[in-house]
C-alpha cells in the first residue's frame, strides 16, 4: 500500500497500514484537551521514522517493461552465466536442454518449459553449483520443411532441392533469433549469444553423421522392409512420437467370413456338405488384399456355430457367442466344439483370390474382449502381423503406395484409390456377398501430427535402431534413474519395455541426410569409416547442403571407390534423411561428450514417449549408460476449462500477451514477466494439465504484489542502517526469534527446491510473509522502527532483523523471480549496484537457530492469546493495561522479556501491545499464569498514538520526548 507526497513515498505493509490507519481516526479520550497549536501534530507526524524509498510496489505494464530492461542490464543478467562458469567452483550441476522446435512464437508450453529450467539452474547456482545448461533448437523436419515453400507451392513454383534447403534453413534461423529474444526477456539464465547449439549447425551434423555409423557399425541400425506408420498427407514414415491420436475416429467395421477349403472329416460328419467359414472382424477392410494368414489364440476355446438368418456354419470364439448374438441380433446355436489343436488341418480361401489357400496361425495377441477371435494378418500393415509372419515365413505383400493409393499390381476396379475412404468403400463392394455386418465403428486412431491427417501401417524400406536388443539395457539403466513425478515411473518403464522397433529414416528434404550410398546392381547400401570421414571433411568444405550439391563422385572419390572395388557409374546417393528424433536423441552426445552424464532432463510429460526415450536408447547403444540421473516432467497447458489450445477453437494465450497486455488491455491485461514466472512456478509440476486462466493470473499478479509490498516496507524501514554497523547491537528476544524463523524458513524452502516441489516453495513463501513477518513481526515492532530515536539499540536492533528479512525473502524467491531479487537489491541502502544476489554469499547461518528463543516465545504467544481472549469486545489493546500474574517458573521465564514489575517499553509490551504490564509472581501451583485488563490511566502521547501513564510535558511520553530534544 503506498502513501505518496510530493517529497517522498510513505510505505507500509498490510498489517501496519492497518494499525496506523486505526490510530490516525481512534477518538482520543473524553479527558484529553487537543492542543491549541495545530501545528505541535504536523510536527510531530513529521519526527517519526516512516519508511522511505523509491522502490515501487506495482507499475503499468509500459512502466514494468521499462523496468525490466534497467534491472537486467544494472545487474549484467547477459553475463551470469559466463561470469558463474568462471568464477564458481562448486560441483558442476547439468541440465541437458531438450531442444524445442524451431517453428512458430514461443507459447504457453515454452513457457512453461523454459522458466522451470531456468528455476532449477538458479537454485543450484544459489547453493554453489557451478551450472551447465547450454539451450538447444531442433531445427529439421516438415513442418519448417512445409511452411518455407508453402507460398511457391500456392503459386504453382518448382523449387529444387538445395532452394528447399537453403529457405527451410532461412524460415529456422528467423525462428530461432525470435524465440531466442522472448526466452532472454523472460530472465532465462544462458549463454545466449555463444553457447548454443542447433542441430543443423556444421559440428552438429557431423557429430550425428558419425554416431549413426558407430550404431550401424555395433549392430544396432540396420535396413529392412517391414510395415512403419507412414503418412501420406506427408509421404514419410513417421515414429511413435510424431502420432497424435484422435479418439472419435470412425472407420468401417465388418465381420466377414473367410471359406474354409479344407476341414477335418469329423467335422464333416457333424454339419454334412454345409459350407463352413471362419468369421473375422476388422476395422480396416483396405488392408484384406494383402491378407496372408489368420490368426487364433490357442489358449481360446472354439465352437463351429449356426446363425439365424445365414446358410451355412460358422467357426467363432465360444466366449464371444453372446457378444455376437447381441451384436447380429441373431440366434446363435452351437453345433460342435472343435479343439484349436485341429486348426493345423485347415486351410481358408483367400478373400480375393479364391485359387489361394492360407494357413490359420497361432498368436497370443488375438484377445476376446470384442470381435470374433480370429484376426486377419496382412504382415505389410501391422507390426503384430509382421512379426507373425516373420515368425512363419509369410510373403510381405504390399498394394499401397506412397501416397496412400492401391497400386496397379491390385487390380484394376481398386488401382489408384486412396485406401482410407474411396478406397474402402471399393473393398467393401466387392466382398458385399461375403460380409455378414457392416457398422461405424468410433475409436482412437493415429493421426500425423504435423498435418492432422490419418495414417496408416505400410510396409516400406526403411532404416531402423533394433530397440529389441537395447530394451533389458535400458531398463537396467532406469532403476538408477530417478523419475518425477513418481507415478509416471511404471508408465515409462512400461513404455520402453513395449517399444516397437524405431524407424529412424524418412523420406524428406530438411534434414541431415543418411550417410550411405548404394550399389544399384545389388540395392545394397554402401557405407564405411572411410566414407564416414570423407563427409565430414565435406562438410566443413561445402556446408551443410553437400550430400545434395556435389555430384556421386565426390561424394565417394576414386581411391575409395578402387578401395570398395566399385565405379562410379553403380553407386546412387541415398535420398533419405535421418528422423528428427534421432537428431535431438543424440545431442547428448554433442553436447555432453562420451564421459558426462546429465544431472537431470525436464520436460513435458508428453516426452516419456519421445526425446526421453530417444536420448536414452542411444545412449544406452553407444556408451552403456543412461543420458540423465534424473528425469522430471511437467504438465502441458490447457485453457480455463482444460481444453488443449489451438487456433482451430480460439483459445490460444500468448505467454506474451500475459506479459505485456493483448489488443484488448481490458481483456488481456499485462501482467509482467514476475507474474509469468509465479504462475509457472505454481502451477506446473503438481498437474498434468496446466490450466492457464484469468483468475490464475489474477492470484499470481496478488502474490507478486504482497511480496512486493513487503519488500518494498523492508528497504523503507532500513534506509538509514548504517553498513557496517560501527558497533555491536543485542537483538530483541522477539528479533532473535525472527532469525530463528527465517532460517527455518529458508531451511525448508531449500527442501521442497530441492525436491522439485515449486508450487508447494510458492505457498511457503506466501504463508511466511503473510503472517510471520507481515501480521506478525513487522506489525510488533513498527513502533521501534517508527518512533524510537535513529540510532538506539532497539530501532537499530529491529532494523538489522528487517534487514535480514529483506536478504532472505530475496534470495529465497530469486530463482522464482530473479528480476524482483536484483531490482531489490539495486534499491538496497548499503549496496553500490554492482552486487548481485546471484554472485552474493549464503546470508543464513546456524547460529540463527535458538531453541530457547522458541519455547519462551511459545509461551508468550500463549499469554498473548490469553490476552486477547481477555480483551474487551470493540476495545483496544494499546488503552488498556495487561496486569500478569505468573508461577515462579513462568515468572523467572517472563522477566526475560521484562526486568521490572511495571513497564510501558518492554519486549513483553511490544509483544503484547498493550500501554503496559504489571508483572507479578503467584505461588499457586494450579496455574502458570493469570492475565486481568483493564483500562489505561492517562492520556495518548500525541506522537507515537500510545496510550501510556507517563505523558509528559506537551502531551508526550517520556520516550518520545527524549527522540524531539535530540
Known sequence: MINSSSSRLKVFCNSCL???????????????????????????????????????????????????????KSTDFSNLYSWQRENVKGDEFILHDGPPYANGAPHMGHAINKILKDITIRNKLLQGHKIHYKPGWDCHGLPIELKATAGSVAEGIELSDLEIRDRAKKFAEEAIKNQRVIFESWGVMANWENDCYFTFDKNYMKNEMNQFFNLYESGFVYQDYKPVYWSPSSKTALAEAELEYKEQHVSPAIFIAFELSHVPEKWQKTIGNDAVSALIWTTTPWTLPANQAVAFNPTFKYSLVRVSGQSGTFLVAKDLIQFLSKKFKETITVVIDVPCSEFQEIKYRHPFDKSTELRFLQATYVTSDKGTGFVHTAPAHGQDDFLLGLKNNLELVSFVDEEGCFTEEVGPELSGLYVLTEGNDAVLALLENQIIKQEKYVHSYPYDWRTHEPVILRASRQWFIDTSSLKDKALDALKNVKILPDKASNGFFSLVQHRPYWCISRQRLWGIPIPVVYNTATEKPVISRRLIDHYQTLIDKHGSNFWWSLAIDELVPKEIREELGLDVESLEKGKDILDIWLDSGLSWSHVLGEEQVADIYMEGVDQFTGWFQSSLMTSIALRGVAPYKMLLAHGF???????????????????????????????????????????????????????????????????????????????????????????????????????????????????????????????????????????????????????????????RAAQLTMDKILQVISRVVAPILPILAEEVYLYHPSKTGKETVFKSDKICDESWINQDVEDSMKLVLDLKKQVLKETPINAQSLELVCEVSASPSVYNLLRQFQNTEKSSDSQLVEILQVSSVSLTEHTSSDELFSVRMKSAYGITCVRCRRNRVNVLDEDLCQRCLQVLDK
Open 18 to 72: 492497518r494499525t496506523y490507519a486505526s490510530t490516525k481516526k481512534k477518538k482520543v479520550p473524553k479527558h484529553y484537551e487537543k492542543p491549541k497549536d495545530s501545528e505541535k501534530g504536523k510536527n510531530y507526524r513529521g519526527s517519526v521514522l516512516l519508511p522511505r524509498t523509491e522502490f515501487p510496489v506495482w507499475l503499468t505494464s509500459a512502466e514494468r517493461a521499462t523496468a525490466v530492461k534497467q534491472v537486467m
Open 637 to 795: 497447458a490447457v485453457d480455463e476449462e482444460g481444453k488443449k489450445m489451438s487456433k482451430s477453437l480460439g483459445n490460444v494465450v500468448s505467454p506474451q500477451d500475459i506479459v505485456s497486455g493483448g489488443v484488448d488491455a481490458k481483456k488481456q491485461p499485462g501482467y509482467g514477466v514476475d507474474v509469468l514466472r509465479w504462475w509457472v512456478a505454481a502451477h506446473s509440476l503438481q498437474h498434468a494439465r496446466v490450466p492457464v486462466s484469468s483468475t490464475h493470473l489474477s492470484d499470481s499478479q496478488q502474490c507478486v504484489k504482497k511480496l512486493r509490498l513487503l519488500l518494498k516496507f523492508a528497504l523503507g524501514v532500513i534506509n538509514d542502517l548504517p553498513s557496517p554497523m560501527n558497533r555491536n547491537v543485542d537483538l530483541f528476544i522477539i528479533d532473535q526469534y525472527m532469525m530463528h524463523l527465517l532460517y527455518n524458513f529458508h531451511n525448508h524452502a531449500q527442501q521442497l527446491y530441492n525436491n522439485y516441489e515449486y508450487n508447494k516453495v510458492c505457498a511457503h513463501i506466501v504463508n511466511f510473509v503473510t503472517n510471520d513477518i507481515s501480521a506478525f513481526y513487522c506489525h510488533l515492532v513498527k513502533d521501534r522502527l517508527y518512533c524510537d530515536e535513529e540510532d538506539s539499540d532497539r530501532r
